[in-house]
């Protein structure tokens, strides 16, 4: 059984490009001990002289089993993010620490309604959770709400696009380019979109927001000032990798 404070060598299973900067890869664990809906693990690559990189990856899998998932975009400047998307085939290897945090996560016998609020790459640990709430088939109220630049940058958008089916309610914002007919507004979250799109306050809703940190920090604080709970309010950064 893997011991998530000591790292473990795993293998690249599968590699699927999903957007025209990110994959979504799936790597076997040997004794991967299975992880809850909103963790994440520290990824680390070793260079042929030593050198050493390491980054946090949120999971985009969840539950039992020796495959975990990961969704990883690009960072151009980044030490690992581009190796995991531009180069890594099945049968690389990698090490991985994990699974890690407590705090950023669902249970399903949590009955309260929950609202996920995704900036760009911030939909993986999201996605997560909405596949969990769904396998679980609890019935408890779920919101997405998905902010990324364009169609064609939504990671998971194939599967995205099931979630009604699953019972998930689900709300796109388009910060640079919208498909043909969009009826909303092309833009940054605002006050009014969030209003719109998220569950009232008297709800009581928990609230995972995820993204760059800088939406994470707007996001928030628009949530607090439309009257939701800050201790109820769950977030997750993310910078360069």
């Given at each position: 059984?893997?011991?998530?404070r ?8 599968d590699?699927t490009k ?16 299975g ?30 089993g ?25 049968g ?5 620490l994990?699974?890690l945090?407590?705090?950023f996560?669902?249970?399903d ?10 900036g ?16 679980a ?7 997405l ?8 940058d ?10 009604g ?6 709300t ?18 605002n ?33 607090v000032e ?9 977030t ?6």
């Amino acid at each position: 059984m893997v011991n998530p404070r000591t790292w473990a060598v795993a293998q690249v299973a599968d590699v699927t490009k999903v957007t025209p900067n990110a994959r979504v890869l799936g790597i076997d664990v040997p004794g991967w001990p299975g992880n809850l809906p909103g963790q994440h693990v520290d990824v680390r690559l070793t260079a042929e002289d030593g050198y050493q990189a390491v980054r946090s990856y949120s999971l985009g899998s969840s539950g039992t089993g020796e495959r975990i998932e990961l969704a990883v975009d690009e960072h151009p400047e980044g030490e690992v993010s581009p190796y995991l998307v531009r180069d890594a085939q099945p049968g690389d290897h990698v090490e991985v620490l994990g699974p890690l945090g407590g705090y950023f996560v669902w249970r399903d016998e949590d009955a309260s309604a929950v609202q996920l609020i995704a900036g760009g790459s911030g939909i993986v640990p999201l996605r997560a959770i909405a596949r969990a709430r769904a396998a679980a088939g609890t019935g408890q109220p779920f919101r997405l709400l998905y902010s990324v630049k364009s169609p064609e940058d939504a990671i998971y958008r194939d599967d995205l696009m099931m979630l009604g089916e699953q019972g998930i309610d689900l709300t796109w914002a388009f910060t640079q380019h919208a498909p043909a007919g969009w009826p909303g507004v092309v833009g940054r979250l605002n006050a009014e979109t969030i209003a719109a799109a998220v569950f009232p306050a008297t709800d009581s809703p928990t609230v995972y927001v995820c993204g760059p940190t800088a939406f994470v920090e707007v996001v928030s604080r628009r949530l607090v000032e439309l009257g939701h709970d800050p201790a109820r309010i769950k977030t997750e950064r993310f910078g360069g990798g």
